[in-house]
């Protein structure tokens, strides 16, 4: 029987799990939603909701206080800023854990656990962004062609360059026909070979 065993103890003693906990919950404040285990997803939802409902009040005390269970200054400030204004007027429950299955190794149950406030996939902000840009199916060559303007732009920005450009070019068309020479000089002594095996 689990009588008055309210909380988990995760197989640590005290100072791991404190440790472990605060990380998880300053992991948690700064990217809104993080992956684990179950069990530890449960315990962090008992951390660090008692400390979101603290942030609502914007005091020096509060601060103090929740950065005593953090021991993250950055983590205490992204609560404080960002995530207290957004939260104001929700009467608690501020995670959400969804489960994901199975870890590979020993089976533990995953999950996520986020900030229902910052969920992008259940807001109403984030669909009318997803409406306005729908993505397309688009070849390589629509990269040429955009390019291929800017290209004009430049040239017709520095004419002197492709002046200068011209003669190189001349150039360069040269040398290749000097190298074609010695292979038609080949040929004459491959017809002298041919009229001596005649003789």
Do not use: W
Not at 84 to 106: E, M, S, V, W
């Amino acid at each position: 029987m689990r009588h008055n065993k309210k909380i988990n103890h995760l197989g640590r003693q005290a100072g791991h799990r404190k440790a472990l906990m605060a990380n998880l919950a300053s992991s948690l404040l700064m990217h809104k939603r993080i992956n684990t285990t179950l069990a530890k997803a449960k315990a962090l939802r008992m951390y660090v909701e008692p400390l979101i409902t603290k942030s609502k009040e914007d005091t020096t005390h509060s601060r103090r206080t929740v950065f005593s269970y953090l021991k993250d200054k950055e983590a205490t400030a992204e609560l404080f800023r960002t995530i207290a204004p957004k939260i104001a007027d929700r009467p608690g429950g501020y995670c959400r854990i969804l489960k994901t299955g199975f870890r590979l190794g020993d089976a533990a149950e995953m999950c996520f656990i986020e900030l229902v406030d910052f969920d992008a996939a259940y807001t109403s902000d984030a669909a009318p962004k997803a409406a306005a840009a729908p993505k397309t199916r688009r070849s390589r060559s629509g990269a040429k062609k955009a390019a291929a303007p800017a290209a004009e732009a430049v040239a017709a920005d520095a004419p002197d360059a492709a002046a200068e450009a011209a003669p190189a070019k001349k150039a360069a068309a040269k040398k290749p026909a000097a190298a074609k020479k010695p292979a038609v000089a080949k040929k004459p002594a491959a017809k002298k070979a041919d009229e001596a095996a005649a003789e």
